[in-house]
């Protein structure tokens, strides 16, 4: 699923790559515990988190994770933005909650 159609499934907005929504994701993860993602995540992934620190942007760029998604209307600061824009990391965020968001991309075809 491309991330431009992930983003109008979420109703989410870009913070950062619009000009990588052409982007592919062949799964996604949602998760406030990156251990969990450094142990489970698959690459050309998206992580739907509601964590918000440099972290996370460190744990998806060490798995190949090509798209965070922050919950339940979080913004990163410009830290993150910047650390996502180093590693070409699309950022979104939605003001739905985890499981919501994660029903809905499982709804429509986008699997863990």
């Not at 990391?89 to 994660?102: G, N, P």
């Amino acid at each position: 699923m491309r991330l431009g159609e992930i983003a109008k499934i979420l109703d989410a907005t870009v913070i950062y790559g619009k000009d990588l929504l052409d982007r592919d994701a062949a799964s996604a993860c949602g998760s406030d515990f990156m251990s969990d993602v450094l142990a489970y995540v698959k690459k050309q992934a998206v992580l739907l988190t509601g964590l918000v620190n440099p972290q996370v942007i460190r744990t998806a760029d060490m798995t190949d994770i090509i798209c965070v998604t922050f919950v339940r209307g979080k913004h990163p600061t410009p830290e993150i933005v910047e650390l996502a824009r180093a590693r070409d990391i699309v950022l979104l965020s939605s003001d739905k909650r985890m499981y919501e968001a994660c029903g809905l991309l499982y709804s429509n075809g986008l699997r863990g």
